[in-house]
């Protein structure tokens, strides 16, 4: 969903000038060496970018809150190990990927931002990968190490220090052509192949326009804020709510809400599996789901008790006395909807309450509460997504196929309706454990994905035994890329930090203006 939302942005991708470095590097060595095999395409591509990083390095040396380059570690030790003022550059920044941390990171990030194109032997640019290649280009030209020395091995250290001066990452926020054409890059439509084509463009906005909004109330913007906000369309300083504008950019805010609706379904059962394994692990014999279901204990009232709920006989008595205090008697498509804007920090329940006791719950490994507490968060999931079973709005159908085909809030909410009138909680409990060891690979795809072993127990007949030694994570949401975000638009000059607080520069300003008068006839 996130590879849609912020196509050329991914978790990993914090440095911006890593783009136009790469697109630099390409280029460069493209011009003055011949590539026949696609391992010369990375041993020249690699020592380009340990100059890079040592040249950082050296640049921020005496900078305390300095943002690391990829590869700090290694280039570190080259560092260390230098003699006579010469530095060897020939050799990998990375460990895990034989094209540097362009191959690790940024090789497809680059691609969907349209400016690479790939073969087989080398990777190419596209005009606007040229053009942002020719701009890093001018930002370096005068030094020794451009005019000299980027064919080198060895480097001395003078030479790669006047290059830090004007190659650095942190020297990015300076006004340059590069900063201009990457910024033009990142906020321009996406690629004519994607399927949403100004998702990036919408989402960097709206996250200038947040931070413009919580800046004016004292609340400095991160990640968790900004999932409040597209969320319950609230943020708060854990005093006061404050309520967020979202003004023209609703379509991509409703994506975003569908986004965080399904990490709470993730994060729910997520947990349940948590609270299994945590049990499993002290067992070296294993045991049947019925005899820890049976010690945990029929969790009704608990669950009863954080939804405020009167009634609790089965799952469709829940739901209608937490609807009762929307003045609705009935669960159709209607009241979910109401619901799901209804209910927002102020309310005395919502996910985020359930959510902080999870959290520390998970911490604790308490069992009764983690199960208590992720039943909730289901519960409150079913009521928002039930709208979604009839609808369909782009936006729905958009997400219906993101979900993962066979376990997403609505395809759960569609198996909750047909028992819902006569499933206890305890019932849904077990159906919860059900659906997480039958599917745990599937909860668990996103890490599958990046290469750790997720399958933590086994099933034998009845019995499930846990397997992996090392289970070291709690539950963690899946990344939402903002970290990202906020470091790209940081260091693009558009977001500033002043006492801890992140504030929009005049630059941010003028992107945000010009975006909103765009949308609406009269000035914002
Ligand atoms: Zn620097």
Redesign the pocket.
């Known amino acids: 969903m996130t590879d849609q939302l912020l196509p050329g942005i991914t978790a990993v991708t914090n440095v911006a000038r890593n783009y136009s470095f790469y697109s630099w590097a390409i280029e460069n060595l493209l011009k003055k060496n011949k590539v026949i095999k696609r391992n010369q395409f990375a041993s020249h591509l690699t020592k380009r970018e340990s100059a890079f990083v040592i040249a ?1 390095i050296f ?2 040396e005496n ?1 305390a809150d ?1 943002a690391k380059p990829h590869g700090y570690d290694k280039a570190k030790r080259f560092i260390n190990k230098s003699n006579d003022g010469k530095l060897q550059v020939a050799f990998n920044v990375s460990d895990s990927n034989s094209e540097g941390f362009y191959g690790l990171y940024y090789k497809t990030a680059m691609y969907r931002l349209g400016l690479t194109i790939r073969s087989r032997l080398f990777d190419d640019l596209t005009p606007l990968g040229r053009q942002l290649a020719t701009s890093f280009e001018a930002n370096i030209r005068h030094t020794k190490y451009f005019k000299d020395h980027v064919q080198d091995d060895d480097v001395e250290k003078s030479v790669l220090s006047e290059y ?1 001066d004007c190659a ?4 990015l926020v300076k006004p340059s052509e590069e900063r201009n054409i990457l910024r033009k890059i990142f906020f321009r439509e996406n690629l004519k192949s994607r399927i949403l084509e100004k998702s990036r463009r919408e989402t960097l906005v709206m996250v200038l326009y947040l931070i413009k909004q919580c800046s004016s109330m004292a609340i400095n913007f991160t990640d968790d804020i900004f999932r409040d906000a597209i969320f319950f369309g609230q943020v708060t300083d854990g005093k006061s709510i404050f309520n967020v504008d979202l003004k023209g950019l609703d379509k991509i805010a409703a994506r975003w809400h569908l986004f965080q609706l399904h990490e709470f379904f993730t994060y729910g059962l997520e947990s349940l599996l948590h609270a299994l394994l945590s049990e499993l692990k002290k067992r070296d014999d294993g045991m049947m789901l019925a005899d820890f279901l049976k010690e945990i204990g029929d969790p009704s009232k608990a669950v009863g008790r954080i939804l405020m709920a009167s009634s609790v006989d089965t799952i469709q008595t829940t739901v209608l006395s937490i609807l009762k205090n929307l003045h609705s008697d009935e669960l159709n498509t209607i009241s979910s909807d109401h619901f799901d804007r209804d209910c927002n920090l102020e309310k005395d329940v919502s996910e985020k309450t359930a959510f902080e006791a999870l959290k520390e719950a998970n911490k604790k490994i308490d069992s009764q509460n983690i199960i208590a507490n992720s039943v909730a968060i289901l519960i409150l999931n079913y009521l928002r997504a039930y709208r979604l079973l009839d609808t369909i709005d782009p936006v729905t159908l958009w997400f219906n196929n993101r979900a993962f085909s066979e376990l997403s809030p609505v395809l759960f909410a569609q198996e909750i309706k047909k028992k819902a009138p006569v499933w206890s909680i305890d019932k849904f409990v077990r159906f919860c454990f059900k659906t997480i060891t039958d599917r745990h690979d599937l909860i668990a795809y996103e890490k599958l994905f990046y290469g750790n072993d997720t399958f933590r127990f086994e099933e034998k007949g009845n019995r499930l035994k846990f397997k992996m030694d090392i289970y070291p994570n709690y539950p963690s949401q899946r990344s939402s890329r903002i970290d990202s975000v906020l470091s790209i638009i940081e260091q693009l000059g558009l977001v500033e930090k002043q006492e801890g607080i992140r504030k929009i520069t005049l630059d941010g300003e003028k992107i945000l203006g010009e975006f909103l008068n765009e949308r609406s006839d009269r000035p914002y």
Do not use: E, P, R
Not at 168 to 171: A, D, P
């Open positions: 950082s640049h921020d900078n300095k830090g650095c990452i942190c020297q």
